[in-house]
């Protein structure tokens, strides 16, 4: 066997492949991040806002503790890390070898543009002749043949549609710094990883293919990424919705869900598209309240967690629910309204007009997928979908390569992310030993002298060929500056993002003996990075050295007006340098690790994470406040698939039991816990009051969830009415019979007043446990009175099997619920019929109420913690989306049920990335805090302690001993609330003094 080699390949950069290659690259790996598309993102940058708190937070994807070796701008403009190597407009071609040492080749299709001279100042996109649909907007506006993927693509080079191109050579005639060859070639590469990760996500069906909506014939016909585009405040249209006929603000707006799934031929939910039509129409109705926006669905799956509230949200805007599948629309050739026929659920017609249709259209396996499958030799579903295996979500058929989010199986965001993190798990536990094996320490300037000298600033104004100078006098400008105080230098440069500039540079700079430098340039995200190499290598500590930006935020912004614009830049420019004249060399403070951690909760997220840190060689301490492991596992006797729960769970029991890294505690309570990430000090209380001191660098929170235990439906008023656990333990010991009828009754505890939020498990409980009963008793009659049947992604098959083997789904109104009548001798049950007018009675041998999941008594093991409970109990986590397993704490995580409900196989996809989550921290033996951290003055300190209660990030404590506060720099995120809150100024940031801040606004004014 070959030897491991500690890098991993993550093919695609969507959502899902930034988590993997992210939490790889934290953890001590060598990252390679392919993508074909020219730029990183996936669908993520075409979209404006995310459910269920219609805001962007993309940038929580960001690591928390790398922030000065990282990007720290929005993802949507820049991603750098320095273990991870981007390959955009490139293709896996060809894999050899095994699990732990694979050869991957790997094309990388030209640019026909030389990214290293590439100044993206668009001078070639104005000449280019050649226009062709534009993908970014779906087809709604053109690009040219030369263009840069989306306003702020990443790498934001230009890049040339070959099959658009006709080499008419006019972008090359006006290329400022020679970047475009036509000649230039593909390249080949070979690399060596330990492991693969597919995230290769989706791509949209074609809604065309279904005629009957007249998708590219009807011009009001959009689908939902063509109204996100409209809605965006960056689109073509400014964050209007127009309608493209005759760009007026709709009146009447539809939805249409399932376009391309739930069909015979597609038979899977999207998962994600329910939420995406709800944030739409939410987006619609606060920016236009008077337009009628109508959804038609077959059953609204707002699953997730806060999902069901954000729908609850969107009909308390006024947005109409018809729950129908639209049959055909027709279009009036002069209005060009759209007219919509569908059933109702009575069996009346529908015939309605609109200005507006949206189609929901699925999500497909991408065209890659296939492809890429075959040259991996993985195996794909009968929908072309990487197969997982089993109850492990990212596995695939092969080992040492694994799939995350839409890759293996529709998506949304939370769960790709979450699925990201469990594959990171993956690769990181199969190359634990290899370790930082291709990981190079970054070194950076010290020039501690900088602190003592008198200040030295050189200056550099780069001219961008004529994008700047059109507009500023840089010759003028250069002339201010020379006489401010503490230059050395002040020099201009026709484009200073070129090699060969940069080189001179570092030369002038060490020539003039400058210790501040400050460049007027462009837009900072990428040359960002390219200066900040420059500035080591010339010795300027990081903090020392500064880059504003006069093209785009001076130049391209005031072309009409160039007096005005020279004296902005002046001013800019005596502000900046009174900033950076008087700007102190920022330190970061090393901290120690403790590289243990410790997990709460012994069910099977507890046994998972703390299995996934031991195999990664993290000694962990697993407290169980009960005498038993498994949790509410220990009684899932089945579930949707082949798997056999109980033989994983002891097999998983006897891992645990078996790990020398893992010492577990039972009837043992965690009572005290202090200190930080990468530092804390926990008290643990076991039976007998006996308690333990630990010490860890992280803790996971995974303490699981109570079963709801009904007070509805006159639950053990009779032996008759049970709950779907209990029709479980019958079906497994044979002790059913042969009922003649059995109802089940979905929703009990969930999606109401008191649990507004959907427990994800009842709908999948209730389908199998229904296929039990058809398998046992073929001729007993199933009825499952629900409101929506939530089987989402390829639980839906189960869903048509159900139907398919004569189980009956009759529909019911939260505000009608069933009526049930037990006696001794029978139960009946009434509910409204879908379809004729009045009761529908059905008499029963057997009621099943499908039970909610609630939380269990959180809050003092969250208060020992300083953690938050969201609004139902369940323990809050950062961001919905993009940080689904971090808490406000860092260094804490959450996983499983404490966090929301979850099916099994959720539970144990989500501990491992919880896990992974822990490893980025425990795998270093040190933690550097940020460069901007706050810091206290001890001589105004009143001790009042205000500091420490505004604090979100719990970085302040007050020491008794020296009557002041105290700052815990690995924890404090430089978010000003205490600088703000103090009374007396004893609160600062470091790099922002009053002294250095009053004189950058003096210099402005």
Same mark, same amino acid.
């Given at each position: 066997m070959a030897d491991k080699v500690g890098a991993v390949l993550v093919v695609g950069a969507g959502v899902g492949g930034l988590r993997a290659a992210l939490d790889l690259a934290e953890s001590g790996f060598r990252t390679y991040l392919v993508d074909s598309s020219p730029g990183?993102?996936?669908?993520?940058?075409?979209?404006?806002?995310?459910?269920?708190?219609?805001?962007?937070?993309?940038?929580?994807?960001?690591?928390?503790?790398?922030?000065?070796?990282?990007?720290?701008?929005?993802?949507?403009?820049?991603?750098?890390?320095?273990?991870?190597?981007?390959?955009p407009n490139s293709q896996v071609q060809e894999v050899s070898g095994e699990a732990g040492n694979f050869e991957v080749t790997i094309n990388s299709v030209s640019r026909w543009v030389k990214t290293e001279r590439c100044t993206?100042?668009?001078?070639?996109?104005?000449?280019?002749?050649?226009?062709?649909?534009?993908?970014?907007?779906?087809?709604?506006?053109?690009?040219?043949?030369?263009?840069?993927?989306?306003?702020?693509?990443?790498?934001?080079?230009?890049?040339?549609?070959?099959?658009?191109?006709?080499?008419?050579?006019?972008?090359?005639e006006v290329c400022p710094t020679n970047a475009i060859d036509l000649d230039l070639p593909d390249e080949t590469q070979k690399v060596a990883v330990g492991a693969i990760i597919v995230s290769s996500g989706f791509q949209e069906f074609d809604a065309a293919k279904m005629g009957q909506y007249g998708f590219g014939r009807y011009a009001n016909v959009l689908n939902n990424l063509q109204v996100e585009r409209l809605l965006a405040s960056g689109g073509q249209t400014a964050g209007e919705l127009l309608r493209p006929s005759d760009d007026?603000?709709?009146?009447?707006?539809?939805?249409?869900?399932?376009?391309?799934?739930?069909?015979?031929?597609?038979?899977?939910?999207?998962?994600?598209?329910?939420?995406?039509?709800?944030?739409?129409?939410?987006?619609?109705?606060?920016?236009?309240?008077?337009?009628?926006?109508?959804?038609?669905?077959?059953?609204?799956?707002?699953?997730?967690?806060?999902?069901?509230?954000?729908?609850?949200?969107?009909?308390?805007?006024g947005v109409k629910f018809v729950h129908s599948r639209v049959s055909v629309i027709r279009e009036n050739p002069k209005t060009k309204d759209l007219l919509l026929l569908a059933r109702a659920e009575d069996g009346t017609d529908i015939r309605s007009e609109y200005d507006l249709v949206v189609l929901a259209a699925a999500q497909c396996p991408s065209a890659r997928t296939a492809e890429l499958s075959q040259i991996l030799g993985v195996d794909v579903n009968q929908w072309g979908f990487i197969q997982n295996q089993g109850w492990w979500q990212t596995r695939t058929s092969k080992e040492g390569i694994y799939a995350c989010g839409s890759a293996a199986a529709p998506a949304d965001i939370a769960d790709s992310v979450i699925q990201a993190g469990a594959a990171a798990c993956e690769a990181a536990t199969l190359l634990a030993s290899v370790r930082g094996q291709l990981v190079e320490a970054e070194t950076e300037s010290v020039n501690s002298a900088a602190s003592d000298e008198e200040a030295k600033v050189a200056v550099f104004l780069c001219q961008c060929g004529e994008e700047i100078t059109a507009v500023v006098?840089?010759?003028?400008?250069?002339?201010?500056?020379?006489?401010?105080?503490?230059?050395?230098?002040?020099?201009?440069?026709?484009?200073?993002?070129?090699?060969?500039?940069?080189?001179?540079?570092?030369?002038?700079?060490?020539?003039?003996?400058?210790?501040?430098?400050?460049?007027?340039?462009?837009?900072?995200?990428?040359?960002?990075?390219?200066?900040?190499?420059?500035?080591?290598?010339?010795?300027?500590?990081?903090?020392?050295?500064?880059?504003?930006?006069?093209?785009?935020?001076?130049?391209?912004?005031?072309?009409?007006?160039?007096?005005?614009?020279?004296?902005?830049?002046?001013?800019?420019?005596?502000?900046?340098?009174?900033?950076?004249r008087m700007q102190e060399p920022l330190r970061t403070t090393p901290m120690p690790v403790e590289q243990q951690a410790l997990v709460i909760g012994a069910g099977i997220s507890g046994m998972v994470a703390a299995l996934s840190l031991a195999e990664q060689g993290f000694e962990t301490y697993l407290v169980e406040k009960s005498a038993k492991t498994d949790g509410h596992a220990a009684e899932v006797q089945y579930s949707l698939g082949s798997e056999d729960p109980q033989a994983f769970i002891n097999n998983l029991r006897e891992?645990?039991?078996?790990?020398?890294?893992?010492?577990?505690?039972?009837?043992?309570?965690?009572?005290?816990?202090?200190?930080?990430?990468?530092?804390?000090?926990?008290?643990?209380?076991?039976?007998?009051?006996?308690?333990?001191?630990?010490?860890?660098? &992280? @803790? =996971?929170?995974?303490?699981?969830?109570? !079963?709801?235990? $009904?007070?509805?439906?006159? #639950?053990?008023?009779?032996?008759?009415?049970?709950?779907?656990?209990?029709?479980?333990?019958?079906?497994?010991?044979?002790?059913?019979?042969?009922?003649?009828?059995?109802?089940?009754?979905?929703?009990?505890?969930?999606?109401?007043?008191?649990?507004?939020?959907?427990?994800?498990?009842?709908?999948?409980? &209730? @389908? =199998?446990?229904?296929?039990?009963?058809? !398998?046992?008793? $073929?001729?007993?009659?199933? #009825?499952?009175?629900?409101?929506?049947?939530?089987?989402?992604?390829?639980?839906?098959?189960?869903?048509?099997?159900?139907?398919?083997?004569?189980?009956?789904?009759?529909?019911?109104?939260?505000?009608?619920?069933?009526e049930v009548n037990a006696t001794d001798k029978a139960i009946s049950v009434r509910v409204d019929d879908p379809v004729l007018p009045g009761k529908l009675e059905i008499d029963t041998d057997l009621l099943v109420l499908s039970t909610g999941i609630v939380p269990?008594?959180?809050?003092?093991?969250?208060?020992?913690?300083?953690?938050?409970?969201?609004?139902?109990?369940?323990?809050?986590?950062?961001?919905?989306?993009?940080?689904?397993?971090?808490?406000?704490?860092?260094?804490?995580?959450?996983?499983?049920?404490?966090?929301?409900?979850?099916?099994?196989?959720?539970?144990?996809?989500?501990?491992?990335?919880?896990?992974?989550?822990?490893?980025?921290?425990?795998?270093?033996?040190?933690?550097?805090?940020?460069?901007?951290?706050?810091?206290?003055?001890?001589?105004?300190?009143?001790?009042?302690g205000i500091c420490v209660t505004v604090c979100p990030f719990n970085a302040r404590w007050l020491d008794e001993d020296e009557h002041v506060a105290v700052v815990d720099e690995a924890l404090c995120q430089a978010c000003g609330a205490c600088v703000a809150a103090c009374p007396n100024s004893a609160a600062k940031l470091r790099g922002y003094r009053d002294k250095q801040m009053l004189s950058t606004i003096e210099a402005v004014l």
């Open positions: 990183i993102g996936g669908t993520v940058p075409q979209l404006d806002k995310w459910f269920p708190d219609n805001g962007c937070e993309l940038c929580k994807l960001l690591p928390v503790f790398s922030r000065d070796g990282c990007s720290q701008f929005c993802l949507r403009r820049d991603m750098a890390h320095p273990n991870i190597g981007l390959l993206g100042c668009g001078l070639c996109a104005e000449v280019c002749p050649v226009e062709v649909p534009d993908e970014y907007n779906d087809g709604l506006q053109m690009r040219k043949a030369i263009y840069v993927r989306s306003p702020q693509a990443i790498p934001n080079f230009y890049c040339i549609d070959r099959d658009a191109c006709t080499k008419c050579s006019k972008c090359i007026k603000v709709p009146k009447k707006v539809a939805f249409l869900q399932c376009v391309g799934s739930r069909d015979t031929e597609r038979n899977y939910c999207s998962s994600a598209c329910c939420m995406y039509a709800l944030k739409e129409a939410i987006l619609i109705k606060e920016r236009y309240p008077d337009t009628e926006v109508t959804i038609f669905y077959m059953d609204m799956r707002a699953f997730g967690k806060g999902y069901h509230r954000y729908y609850q949200q969107a009909q308390e805007l006098d840089t010759a003028q400008v250069a002339e201010f500056t020379q006489t401010l105080p503490g230059i050395t230098s002040v020099e201009e440069v026709s484009f200073l993002c070129l090699p060969e500039t940069l080189e001179e540079v570092k030369k002038s700079v060490n020539k003039s003996g400058a210790n501040r430098v400050i460049f007027a340039a462009c837009a900072p995200y990428h040359y960002h990075r390219l200066l900040g190499n420059t500035m080591r290598e010339a010795d300027i500590h990081p903090s020392c050295w500064q880059l504003v930006n006069f093209r785009e935020q001076l130049a391209w912004v005031h072309k009409d007006n160039p007096e005005q614009a020279t004296e902005k830049a002046k001013k800019i420019l005596a502000a900046t340098v009174d900033r950076v891992k645990v039991k078996n790990s020398s890294q893992i010492h577990l505690y039972s009837e043992t309570d965690v009572v005290e816990v202090k200190g930080r990430s990468g530092n804390f000090s926990s008290t643990l209380k076991a039976a007998g009051n006996t308690t333990t001191e630990i010490t860890h660098g &992280a @803790i =996971i929170v995974a303490t699981g969830a109570e !079963e709801y235990v $009904p007070t509805e439906y006159q #639950y053990r008023q009779s032996d008759k009415i049970i709950t779907q656990k209990e029709l479980q333990q019958l079906l497994v010991k044979d002790n059913l019979g042969k009922p003649s009828t059995v109802v089940m009754i979905q929703c009990v505890g969930s999606r109401d007043e008191e649990h507004p939020y959907c427990n994800r498990t009842c709908c999948s409980d &209730a @389908i =199998i446990n229904s296929l039990k009963i058809k !398998e046992q008793s $073929p001729e007993t009659e199933v #009825y499952v009175l629900n409101r929506d049947v939530m089987t989402y992604a390829f639980r839906e098959e189960y869903y048509s099997k159900a139907r398919e083997a004569g189980v009956l789904f009759i529909r019911f109104n939260q505000d009608n619920p069933p269990g008594d959180n809050q003092a093991l969250a208060e020992t913690l300083s953690l938050e409970l969201n609004e139902d109990g369940f323990f809050r986590e950062v961001d919905t989306k993009f940080r689904p397993v971090d808490t406000v704490i860092d260094g804490i995580f959450i996983c499983g049920r404490a966090n929301a409900p979850r099916n099994l196989d959720e539970e144990i996809v989500q501990a491992q990335a919880a896990a992974q989550r822990a490893v980025n921290i425990l795998s270093r033996k040190e933690l550097q805090s940020g460069r901007i951290v706050s810091e206290v003055n001890a001589r105004r300190c009143s001790f009042c």
